[in-house]
């Protein structure tokens, strides 16, 4: 008894492939941005001063700012996504119970559209409601599973942990180098690691890799041009 109990624990605490995915995605970005927010203002201050130990502390400082902003903002979001999750749910609930038959029709009309014939799309609809009416409703409509909702808390740590990681190549690179190559080898790490975050984002949701990684550099590099500018108005 206790080991099927322990078994079926086990599965109800698994993730979904959605939530594995949401947390990846904010992983991704929060690296993406890591990387950007700290090389803007290790090339700013840099162009503006050639004292380590002052560009050192500045990029410092905006790695742990961006990374507690990504952190907070990603678990706002991810929380206001459960709210309504949360809340659809309900909703559905209520509609069981005061108008069961167009939910059943709406199921029956999801497997009618796959290709099932009328009758038996309803033969099937009739069982699965019957099973668990709630979860086949909120799972036809909305693509959720009861019970599996995206935890805030992973994403604003994964945030926090890949803002941190990302922003450490440009600062390690513009602080670390050695002076004759302090320039192009920060441009080169930031260049290879918004490449990867593009190959990774584009792999995540299966878009096209070598647009994801093109642009992804395209935009490090006018990041990198404009901070420069702003450096020289200092």
């Known amino acids: 008894m206790m080991k099927t109990m322990t078994i079926s624990k086990s599965k109800k605490q698994k993730k979904t492939m959605a939530e ?73 609930r209520e509609l069981i119970k005061t108008n069961y038959q167009d939910e059943l029709a709406v199921v029956a009309d999801y497997y009618v559209e796959r290709g099932v014939t009328q009758e038996t799309a309803k033969k099937i609809a009739t069982e699965l409601m019957n099973k668990d009416a709630l979860g086949t409703v909120v799972r036809v409509k909305y693509d959720l599973q009861l019970g599996h909702y995206m935890n805030p808390w992973d994403a604003a740590f994964s945030s926090l942990v890949s803002a941190a990681s990302g922003g450490i190549f440009p600062l390690v690179a513009m602080t670390f180098l050695p002076a004759s190559i302090q320039w192009p080898g920060t441009i080169l790490a930031v260049t290879l690691s918004v490449a990867l975050t593009g190959y990774l984002s584009a792999k995540l949701g299966d878009g096209l890799v070598k647009t994801a990684m093109i642009r992804n550099i395209i935009v490090g590099l006018i990041t990198m041009a404009i901070h420069y500018s702003v450096g020289l108005m200092l």
Do not use: H, P, W
């Open 20 to 92: 594995r995915s949401n947390t990846l995605r904010a992983g991704v970005l929060g690296s993406n941005d890591g990387i950007l927010t700290v090389v803007g203002v290790l090339f700013s201050v840099a162009v503006a001063t050639t004292n380590q130990f002052t560009i050192f502390i500045a990029g410092l400082s905006d790695l742990l700012a961006c990374a507690f902003s990504m952190a907070s903002g990603e678990y706002a979001s991810v929380s206001s996504q459960k709210d309504t999750e949360r809340a659809a749910i309900e909703k559905e």
